[in-house]
C-alpha cells in the first residue's frame, strides 16, 4: 500500500509545472487546468503558467503559484484528491475542470476546507459545493449569451424558418454547451417557438470534446450521410458551432484531400449553407473571416459565399480567477453571488481588424 501510495504520488507531481515532490514545503496557491498545446485550453494553460511566473516573481505573496496539468477527468480528480492529502500546504485551489466528471474532486476540496475558485465549467449540481463556507466562486464567459447573440443574428440576418434545421457542432458534457444551448434555445422561445419546434428544428451531431479533429470527423460523417438522404441538403442553410476549433474542423475537412466526403457533396454544402458560426476567438478564425488564412484559397473553393462570425471568450479568464483567490485569501471578500462574468460580443467581417486572437 505505500509503495502504490509513492507511486501516486510521483505520478501527480510528474503532471506539474514547476512543482516539487509531494509533501512539506510552504504553502502554495495550486491551478489546475487541462494540458494543451493549442487552440483554447492551450491558450489558458499559457495564460495560467505566464500569470503564475509573474505572480511569484513579485514576491507580494506568502505562497507560491504552481500550475498542474492532466491528461483527463479522472486524473484531475487524483490531483485534487493529492492536494487534500497534504492540505495544510495548499492556500487554495483554482481549477478549471475537465468536464462535469471532475465534480468529485472539487467536492474533496470543498470536504477539507481547502479554499477553491471554479473556472468556465461551472458545477451545480452539487450540494457540497453550493453549501461550502470555502468555495470563493465560479469564473466564466457569458456561456448563455453566446447562445442568445448567435440565435438572434440567425433570426435577424438570416431569418431563420422554422421549417428547417440548426445544425450544432457541441463542445463536451459539461456546462458550457449545455448554457450556450439553452441561451440559444431562450431566444426562439421569446420569439414563440414551442419546445415541440425547437425539439425538431435541433440537429446536434455527437460531443467533439473541443477537438478539431473530432469535429472533423464528426462533420465528414453527417455530411456524407446528409447528402446520401437529399442532395439539395434542402433542411441546411445554418450551422451553430460550440468552439472555434468545430468550425476550423468543418473548413479543413471540406478542404484536405484526404476526406472520404464526395465532391459533389462539399460543393452542395458550399452552394447551401449561408453562414457558420464559432466562439472563443481564436485568430486562425479570424484569419477565415477577414479572408487573410493561409488556406482561405483552399477553403474559398467550397465556402466562398459562406458567412462567419466568431464570439469572443477570453482563456485569460484563468486569470480573472487567480485575482478572486488572492483577494479571499488577502481579506475573505468571495464573488459577488459566487459568479464572475466576463462579456462576450460578436466578431464579424466588420470589426474583426479590431480583436487580436489567440
Known amino acids: 500500500m505505500k509503495k502504490n501510495k509513492v507511486l501516486a504520488c510521483l505520478a501527480v507531481a510528474a503532471m506539474v509545472t514547476g512543482l516539487a515532490s509531494c509533501g512539506g514545503g510552504e504553502k502554495e496557491l495550486l491551478i489546475l487546468v487541462p494540458s494543451a498545446d493549442h487552440g483554447w485550453t492551450g491558450a489558458v494553460l499559457t495564460n495560467a503558467r505566464d500569470y503564475a511566473a509573474e505572480l511569484n516573481e513579485s514576491g507580494e505573496y506568502d505562497y507560491e503559484f504552481r500550475v498542474m496539468t492532466s491528461d483527463n ?10 492536494l487534500v492529502a497534504r492540505a495544510s500546504t495548499v492556500a487554495g485551489v ?14 474533496a476540496l470543498a470536504n477539507a476546507n481547502i479554499p ?58 459539461s456546462s458550457v454547451p449545455l448554457a450556450r ?7 426562439l422561445k421569446e420569439e414563440g417557438w414551442t419546445d415541440a419546434e425547437i425539439e425538431t428544428a435541433w440537429e446536434q451531431l455527437p460531443s467533439t470534446r473541443w477537438s478539431r479533429a473530432t469535429a472533423a470527423a464528426n462533420f465528414e460523417a453527417w455530411l456524407t450521410s446528409a447528402y446520401a438522404k437529399d442532395p439539395t441538403l434542402s433542411d441546411y442553410r445554418l450551422i451553430f458551432t460550440h468552439d472555434s476549433e468545430c468550425a476550423m474542423g468543418i473548413l479543413e475537412e471540406l478542404a484536405d484531400e484526404s476526406s472520404t466526403i464526395p465532391e459533389a457533396a462539399k460543393v452542395a454544402f458550399g452552394q447551401k449553407i449561408e453562414v457558420i458560426a464559432a466562439s472563443s476567438g481564436l485568430q486562425e478564425m479570424y484569419n477565415v473571416i477577414n479572408k487573410t488564412h493561409p488556406r482561405w484559397s483552399e477553403f474559398s473553393t467550397y465556402v466562398q459565399d459562406v458567412d462567419f462570425f466568431d464570439v469572443t471568450y477570453p482563456p485569460a479568464m ?21 459568479d464572475h ?4 460580443e460578436i466578431v464579424d467581417e466588420t470589426n474583426v481588424d479590431e480583436f487580436k486572437g489567440f
Do not use: C
Open 73 to 82: 477527468s479522472e486524473q484531475q480528480v487524483l490531483q485534487m484528491q493529492d
Open 94 to 107: 483554482v481549477t478549471l475542470p475537465w468536464d462535469s466528471g471532475a465534480k468529485a474532486g472539487v467536492e
Open 116 to 173: 477553491f475558485v471554479v473556472v468556465d465549467r461551472v458545477i451545480t449540481d452539487s450540494d457540497v459545493i453550493n453549501n461550502s463556507d470555502v468555495w470563493v466562486g465560479d469564473v466564466r464567459g457569458n456561456n448563455e449569451m453566446i447562445g442568445e447573440l448567435t440565435a438572434t443574428r440567425f433570426l435577424d440576418e438570416y431569418n431563420l424558418q422554422k421549417d428547417e434545421k440548426i445544425l450544432v457542432l457541441p463542445g463536451d458534457n
Open 181 to 187: 444551448n439553452d441561451g440559444f434555445q431562450s431566444v
Open 318 to 338: 484563468i486569470r480573472n480567477g487567480i485575482d478572486d483567490m488572492n483577494t479571499y485569501l488577502k481579506d475573505g471578500t468571495k464573488i459577488a453571488n459566487h
Open 341 to 344: 462574468v466576463i462579456p462576450v
